[in-house]
C-alpha cells in the first residue's frame, strides 16, 4: 500500500466545480490584482478570526515581514522566536535589519517555553513572535503576561494553525497583529503563494496595507519604501470558497490524530503532547524517535511518506552562520532536529491508510 505525507486531492475533487466556476469568474473579469475578490475574501476572513482588518499579502513571510515593519522594528532591535520554526519566522525577523532571538521549546509540545523567554529579554527587544507550531496553540496565557510586562509587540504566526482555539480563543486574536500562510500544504492553501494580516489597529492596517503595495496610500503617491506583496484575485477568490470548508477539514485532521494517539503503541515512539484546553488542528503530526533515520526508512520501505520538521535547527543553518552560535547552544532544537518525524496528515485520508500507518509504527522494532 502507498500512503502520501500529504495531499490536497480529496480536497479539491470534492469542491472541484465551486473552484473552477469562481476561476472562471476571475478570469472573465480581467481584473488580477487588488479587487472585488481581495475584498471579499478579507472581509471573510476579518471576520472568521473575529478581527477588524485583514490585509491579504503575498505570502507568509511577507505577512510576518510587513507587521514587523509598520511596527517600526528595524537595525539594532531584538525579536524573540522559538528555536524550533521554519526558517520564515527568522527571516522576517532578518529582512527589518533586526536580529532574531532565539528561545527553546517545551521538547513535549514543541512549542516556545514561556518559562525561557523573560531571561532573553534585553533593552533591545522589542517584540516576541509566537509560533503556533504545527498547529497547537502556544502556551498564550504566560506569553501575553511576559509580553504586557516588558511593554513588548507581540506578533502570532499563525502559519501552521488555521483555527486552531487556546482556551476558547482562536489564535490570531492574541497578538497586535497575526501573519497567516495560505502556502497550498497548509491547512488553509492556496493554488500557489498567499498569505495574510489580521488585526484590530486601524493605523497598523493602513501602513501594512501601504507597505504591501509599494507603500503607496493612493496610486503613484508613496509614503514609504513599501514591498509589492499583494493577493491576486485568482487566490482571493479560491480561498474564499476553500474557507467555508477549513472547519470541517481541520475537524478530520483531529480525526486522524486522536487516532494516532490511541492506537500508535511503541515504546520507542514518543506521541506528541497536547496542552490543556485547545484545540490543536494539527498541520503536522510529529513524532519523535531515537532511531528516526532507520524509521523513516522503514516506513519508506513500507510506502509510507513521511518529512521532517526540521533537520537543521535555525542556529545551525549556513544562512545563518553570521550570528555565530556553536552546536550545543540550543539543546532541545537539537534534539527534536535529530529525532523529529512527521507522519501522514491531511484530509482524504482513508481508513484502512490511517490503519496501515498505525499497524506499521507498531510493528516497528
Ligand atoms: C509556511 C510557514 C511560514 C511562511 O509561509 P509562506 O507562505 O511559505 O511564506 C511561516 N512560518 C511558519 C511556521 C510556516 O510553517
Redesign the pocket.
Known sequence: MEVLFSTVKKMHEEIKEELLNDFRRVFESNWFITGKEDAKFEQAFAEYQNRKYCIGCG??????MLSLKALGISTGDEVIIPSN??I??AL?VSYTGATPIFVEPRIETYNINPELIEERVTSKTKAVIA?H?YGQPAEMDKICNIVKKHNLFLIE?C??AHGAIYRGTKIGRFGISA?F???PG?NLGALG???AVVTDDENLAETIRALSNYGSIEKYNHIYQGNNSRLDEVQAALLYIKLKYLDKWNKERQRIARRYLTEIKNSKVLLPKIIDEVEHVW?IFAIRCRDRDRLEQYLEERGIGTNKHYPIPLHLQKAYQDLNIPKGTYPIAEEISATELSIPMYYGMTDEEIRYVIDSINEFE
Open positions: 505570502n507568509g513571510l511577507d505577512a510576518m520554526t521554519f520564515a519566522t522576517a509560533v507550531l504566526d502559519a501552521q501573519a500562510s495560505f502556502y497548509k503563494d498567499a498569505g498541520h
